[in-house]
């Protein structure tokens, strides 16, 4: 230990910036990145919320990313028989028709 | 209005609100420094003004004691003011809306309200700068600090008052415990390295000295206690720094001499 210690003198400082740069270029991205996303899902499926109901375990919010775009995608499974209602009418209730809701819709932010 | 801020603990913020508060209210600044560490307060100590607090920051945001009668004013230094932090250890009882009070009633009365932030990046913290124009993280040159100072300027341009009304927080850098023969043998992170990685610019270089203990040992800033040192010097310049004026920067190994033989021997 002490002879590697004696080896390396005069030479732990560049080591240690390098492990900064590289960690903090990770952290900077990273860190904005799980709020951003929380934020998102929570206002994305409020705002659905109000005029579809669905189950709220089966959404999926994905995030891609290639070098000059991303893209967020949420799929939101509505099951046959979902309601909506129109918010300036909350007593009138629409039914989907199954012609509407047979699949899985998707959004595509 | 002023946060000392550094997200890790033992950095020097405390040593540094003292020292930069009494320098700058030794050139005639009316100055008042903040104790933001709820539950583990220290600037008092530091300053000397444990056994004189009564009335603490928790006191005036409660309403218990009014601001005046809260604010302690140096026996030393007639321009300078200290606002202790509580023992409580009700964190809660800091909020918001009671800080934002505080500063604002103190803003007018002051040319600087320096706020000494707590260590970590909880409540206390964000708090501290929360209503921050300038912030000086306090950095050592080494892995660990400077990776909290990264955390904290990701904070102070996003979480601050300033930030969301889409403005900057001005941001500068007071390396502490610099040790200028270790970072000759490579040792020790180089300042250049260091502003580098976070991008700030630099507002001092404040050597490693056995003063700074021996001013918080007898409770006097260590810009008051002995104001020739090497760390009082740097920090007598930082503060010059602050009010706009244009110092050369200044590298302790370079411009010192017996003093900083002194250092290095002791330390090599």
Redesign the interface.
Known sequence: MSLFHFLRRGGSAPIARERLQILLAHERTASSQPDLLAVLREEILAVIGRHVSFEPEKVQIKVSRDKSTSTLAVDIEIPNGGRTFDAAHPHSRLTFSPRNVSRTDQWVV | MLVVTSGKGGVGKTTSTAALGAALAHGGQKVVVIDFDIGLRNLDLVMGAERRVVFDLINVINGVAKLSQALLRDRRLENLYLLAASQTRDKDALTEEGVANVVEELRPKFDWVICDSPAGIERGATLAMRHADVAIIVTNP??SS??DS??II?LLDSKTAKAERGECVEKKILITRYHSPR?A??????ID?VLE?LSCPLLGIIPESQEVMRASNVGSPVTLNNALSAPARAYFDAARRLKGEHIPMYVPSESRGFLNALFGRRAA
């Open positions: 080494e892995v400077v990776r990264d955390r990701g970072t043998r490579g040792e020790m992170l180089p390295d990685i």
